[in-house]
């Protein structure tokens, strides 16, 4: 048989069981620390979801395997960018994956923006990492990575996709797939920000050994002399 203290302590213990099962779910909520709803969509169906949410759609491009020689810098200056906007108002939408500008996602899920990413099948076949902040991953059909499609200024699916349901568009520095993405924004109306950011120095010239070409002297990336 129970004691009353031992009846009391148990009573207790079942009592806050459930508002402590409600302060850890909201924890993950505030915090988005949770699976991202994944699916793959059409230009069409992507347009659907964002307009049902009857908010503007605030998307930052940049490197992404190609890395931030100074991440701080960068993120400082998405955070100063997102200050500008209101998360009851404003999607924050980016690449889907983890890397380079995708440290951006939980930055913005700890300022309460809802966060959406538009990514080529290119990461799904390559089994590349999603962003854990990022709330809704859109896979676009898409035999390439994104940008113009060779020898045209024809935009791939996925970049189409962007451009399309974007409000604005935001380059933290950025290689070919920014750069076209963010020239394509520009020629569509959108409004377009650009701030110079240097790739990772030391992972430039890997790469650069690893295809034999020569080491680069210039590390601003391909967005930088278009804007």
């Known amino acids: 048989m129970k004691t009353p203290k031992t009846f009391g302590r148990a009573a207790l213990f079942a009592m806050l069981q459930p508002l402590i099962a409600l302060s850890f779910t909201a924890c993950s909520v505030m915090g988005h620390e949770h699976a991202p709803a994944v699916r793959t969509a059409t ?133 070919e797939v920014a750069r076209d993405e963010l020239i394509a924004a520009r020629r569509a109306g959108k409004r377009v920000q650009f701030v110079p950011a240097d790739m990772n120095h030391q992972r430039a010239l890997e790469t650069a050994e690893r295809k034999g070409l020569p080491p680069p002297t210039d590390f601003r990336g391909a967005a930088h002399p278009a804007f």
């Not at 069409?44 to 190609?66: C, D, M, N, P, W």
């Not at 701080?72 to 960018?81: F, K």
């Not at 404003?90 to 913005?108: D, K, P, R, S, W």
């Not at 300022?111 to 859109?138: E, M, N, P, Y």
């Open 43 to 175: 230009n069409a169906e992507i347009r659907t979801f964002f307009q049902g949410t009857g908010k503007t759609v605030l998307t930052f491009v940049g490197y992404s395997g190609a890395g931030y020689e100074d991440p701080a810098a960068m993120l400082a200056a998405a955070g100063h960018i997102l200050g500008k906007y209101d998360p009851k108002t404003t999607i924050v939408n980016i690449g889907a994956t983890e890397e380079g500008i995708g440290a951006v996602y939980e930055l913005a899920a700890h300022k309460g923006f809802v966060t959406t990413g538009i990514v080529s099948t290119q990461a799904k076949q390559t089994r590349a990492a999603l962003a854990s902040h990022c709330d809704h991953v859109f896979f676009v059909e898409d035999a390439t990575w994104g940008g113009y499609l060779a020898g045209t200024e024809q935009l791939s699916p996925t970049s189409q996709a962007i451009i399309e349901n974007s409000t604005t568009v935001v380059g933290i520095g950025g290689g």
